[in-house]
Structures are given as structure tokens and as C-alpha cells.
């Protein structure tokens, strides 16, 4: 009994680590592409994963778009998923509750075992803003029952710690268009006024 104890507490110590160093790698970072991209690879790192992906909810056209992968295994292909299908995706997406697949080729249809063939089982955790969802995270082994449901807890601070930098950087882009906008819309009103006063008392443009 105290072994497993010893072990439970270093499990929650090493769990803890690998929030709190992922919240510092991703605090500076304004790039959604790369903070993605490091999330991917600590979780690959951490799972023993051989693939992972994100997806984003596009609201314009009401589904779930691939974002990025790990490396180039699906680099070129165009990937979407109606938010609102009865698949793995659609699930978590409509329910931003996670799930795990013990065995991928034990679902009919499943896109894993034409688009990953060599996965055999999947986790896939909601990216969560104040219980919305923004999209998710889905994790690919090549080994069946490779993931753990007691793990989920940890990883998924870790995806809604992603969530929360991806909607920062966005907001960021958000404001930084307005200010794009608003200094173009500024010049043009000066150069209007410039111009109305230039006419009205007969002077040169130069």
C-alpha cells in the first residue's frame, strides 16, 4: 500500500512539473502554430504517442477544421469535420467532454484507418474556455488500450492551458487588425481634411 502511495505522489509531482513547465513555454509565445506545435510534442513525449493533431472550430462554416500535426504526416491533406456529426470528433466537440478509443479499427468508418492506418487506439480532450469549446486535441498509439482514463484530468489542464493561449493570441491579432483599421481610417480622414482645406482656401497640394 505505501509503495503505491510513494508512486501515486511522484505520478502527481511529475504531473505537476509538466503543467507548470508547459505554462511557462507557452506564456511568451504569440504564435498559435507554434504553441500548438509544443503541445503536441509534450504530450506526444509524455503518452509515447506517435501522432497528434489539433483541430479548431471554424464558427463560419460550422466545422472542425485540422489546424496542425505532429511532423508532416498530414501536412498536405485539407481536413474538416462537421462539428455536429455523430463521429469521435462531433462527440466531444457537441458534449466538450473527452474521450478514449481503445481500439480504432473496432469503429465502422473510423478516418483513422485509412488516414492513420497505423493507429490502434485514440484520445481525444475538448479545448476548453470556461466550458466552451474551441476545438480539440486528438491523440493517436499504435499500441490498443495505450491510453488511461486517470490521465485525463492532468492532460486536460494542459489542452485547456493551450485553449486559453490560443484565444489570447487571437484576441491579440483581433485588436492589432482594429489598430491596422483604425490608423488607416485615421490617415484617410486627414487626408480629406487636408484636401477640403487646401480647396476651400485656393492652396497647393505640394
Not at 92 to 120: F, M, N, Q, Y
Not at 184 to 196: V, Y
Request: aromatic share 6%; glycine share 4%.
Amino acid at each position: 500500500l505505501n509503495s503505491q502511495l510513494i508512486k501515486q505522489s511522484e505520478q502527481y509531482a511529475h504531473n505537476l512539473q509538466v503543467i507548470t513547465k508547459f505554462g511557462h513555454d507557452i506564456a511568451s509565445d504569440t504564435s498559435a502554430e507554434s504553441l500548438i506545435e509544443t503541445c503536441i510534442e509534450l504530450v506526444c513525449t509524455e503518452l509515447e504517442a506517435y501522432y497528434a493533431q489539433v483541430f479548431l472550430i471554424d464558427d463560419a462554416v460550422g466545422s472542425v477544421v485540422l489546424v496542425k500535426g505532429r511532423g508532416n504526416l498530414l501536412q498536405h491533406q485539407h481536413i474538416w469535420v462537421d462539428a455536429m456529426s455523430d463521429n469521435a470528433i462531433g462527440r466531444v466537440i457537441k458534449t466538450a467532454s473527452p474521450e478514449v478509443i481503445h481500439d480504432t479499427r473496432s469503429i465502422r468508418g473510423s478516418r483513422c484507418v485509412w488516414l492513420l492506418p497505423d493507429s490502434r487506439s485514440e484520445m481525444l480532450l475538448p479545448l476548453l474556455i470556461d466550458g466552451r469549446c474551441i476545438g480539440l486535441l486528438d491523440i493517436q498509439s499504435t499500441e490498443m488500450r495505450s491510453f488511461r482514463k486517470q490521465d485525463i484530468p492532468y492532460l486536460q489542464i494542459i489542452v485547456n492551458q493551450l485553449a486559453i493561449a490560443i484565444d489570447h493570441v487571437r484576441q491579440l491579432e483581433q485588436s492589432d487588425q482594429r489598430y491596422e483599421q483604425f490608423s488607416m481610417d485615421n490617415r484617410h480622414l486627414i487626408r480629406e481634411a487636408r484636401h477640403n482645406v487646401q480647396e476651400e482656401y485656393g492652396l497647393s497640394g505640394e
